[in-house]
RNA sequence: GUGGGUGUAGCUCAGUUGGAUAGAGCACCAGGUUGUGGCCCUGGGGGUCGUGGGUUCGAGCCCCAUCAUCCACCCCA
């Protein structure tokens, strides 16, 4: 038999309505905060990736779905979404519109990774990005639009990590200096940091090895070696976050897997998520669009991982408020007759192009039988003809819930059942 | 890529030191009223015990391999 590939998985009806409404929501707060929807495709040529996410990165190295099209060009499934939108930036100009430029994107991403809890072959992210301004309180927009995803959706137990990479200018001078620090104590640590001293030093910090924890508490700090204007930056974010209320920790050794970050980065975890317990994350970019071939336009962005959403969400116990479709269920007594099934069809018709969700049964089940089925779809109403019915122009109409029910003339059910709808009638 | 756990009906699991037709709950189907659901009762369908080898008179139980899955490392959403 042949099974979901490995990290997917199928999203059944019952499931699926709560990736309804969590998308709902995302959709409104990027709405609000002035973000346009932007979809671009799920495969890139692989260059755009090498090139975006930087060929050093795990990402890069190891987790990327690619293959060879039938063109023998180099396709790779998006890894995640900024290198994308980047791209389509640059393609359709849209740096000659006003500025900035705000973009949301929500949508699968693939990494060829090693599934556990919280984590997927295929998963979803929202994306959100801003490009064309260097102005500290868009980095607080960004901040403060995952947080008001998040919270509006009620989990709790909430925390922002908040650094500064720095920037050309000033993080070589940084990486020199953790380079010195740790060079002479290169013994002491774990084998993972050993390579990266050399080959991606800011790593070193956010190592969970106690050993290496205990090195890196004496290490420089990258907030003592940012430039001036990096240093400015970082602190008018702050300022901005405290301004509206956001709650934050600064975390020096907070480091983000890909390579394009500038100034500020950022992480949101959640508690109770097992080991992957990063919901959100993201930073400025000030130099990827230049990097992928377009004008030298500041960018900034996060992504918010839905998958863990939810499983925040589920271990929280938050019930999200979904709907029900008031569901009309039409009932016959002799499923097989002819005049009832007729009447049994037109009246369903008539009701679903009325706008009323409606069903009928479809296996030849008793009475009984379809009952049953009408209460196990959670309808809200039945509709039940029968001989006596048909011959006197009229139907029983029952609530479900209540289990009370009423003869109505045939022609008065559809004005009946709108007057309940808005709660006129008892 | 590395390590550990688990793999018995659609789902959640039980199955004793290896022993005779492999069980339960839920779900599903049908009855318990002559035209009616949610509770209750009765009956029914459904399993090559992940797969392939091996040990044994005999394996769901033991051994090996393999696959899948979960969790962790790594990394990230």
Request: charged share 25%; proline share 6%; glycine share 10%.
């Amino acid at each position: 038999m042949v099974i979901a590939p490995r990290g997917t998985k199928d999203l059944l009806p019952g499931e699926v309505e709560k990736w309804q409404f969590i998308e709902w929501v995302a959709r409104d707060i990027c709405e609000t905060y002035g973000f346009k929807e932007i979809r671009t495709p799920i495969f890139e040529y692989t260059e755009l990736f090498l090139r975006g996410i930087g060929d050093a990165t795990d990402i890069v190295q190891k987790e990327m779905y690619t293959f060879d099209d039938r063109g023998g060009r180099s396709i790779t499934l998006r890894p995640e979404g900024t290198a994308a939108v980047v791209r389509a930036y640059i393609e359709h100009h849209l740096d000659a519109q006003p500025q900035p430029v705000k973009l949301y994107c929500l949508g699968p991403m693939f990494r060829y990774d090693r599934p556990q809890a919280g984590r997927f072959r295929q998963f979803h992210q929202m994306d959100f990005e801003t490009f064309g301004s260097h102005d500290p309180a868009v980095d607080a927009e960004i901040i403060s639009c995952t947080w008001d995803y998040l919270t509006s959706l009620g989990l709790t137990g909430l925390h922002i990590e908040l650094n500064s990479v720095g920037c050309p200018d000033c993080r070589p001078g940084f990486t020199t200096a953790l380079k010195e620090y740790f060079r002479p104590r290169l013994d002491s640590l774990c084998g993972n940091c050993q390579v990266r001293l050399e080959q991606n030093p800011l790593r070193l910090l956010d190592c969970k090895v106690p050993q290496c924890r205990e090195l890196g508490a004496g290490a420089p700090a990258i907030t003592d070696h940012l430039c001036e204007a990096c240093s400015a930056h970082f602190e008018k974010v702050q300022q901005y976050l405290r301004l509206l209320e956001i709650p934050f920790h600064l975390n020096p050794g907070l480091v983000r897997g890909l390579d394009y970050y500038t100034h500020t980065a950022f992480e949101v975890t959640v508690e109770g998520l097992g080991a992957q317990s990063s919901v959100a994350g993201g930073g400025r970019y000030n130099n990827l669009v230049e990097d992928c071939g377009g004008p030298p336009v500041p960018g900034i962005g996060a992504a918010i991982g839905l998958e863990r959403v939810l499983l925040a969400l589920e271990h929280q116990q938050i019930e999200l408020p979904i709907p029900s479709a008031g569901l009309v269920f039409v009932a016959t007594t002799e499923a097989l007759s002819d005049p009832l099934e007729g009447a049994a069809l037109t009246l369903l018709m008539e009701l679903r192009r009325s706008g009323y969700a409606a069903e009928k049964d479809y296996a030849g089940r008793s009475l009984k039988a379809q009952m049953k089925q009408a209460g196990r779809l959670g309808a809200r109403w039945c509709v039940i003809i029968g001989p006596e019915e048909l011959d006197g122009h009229k139907v029983l109409l029952r609530d479900m819930s209540q289990g009370t029910q009423v003869s109505v003339p045939r022609q008065e059910l559809l004005e009946l059942l709108g007057r309940m709808q808005n709660g006129e009638a008892e």
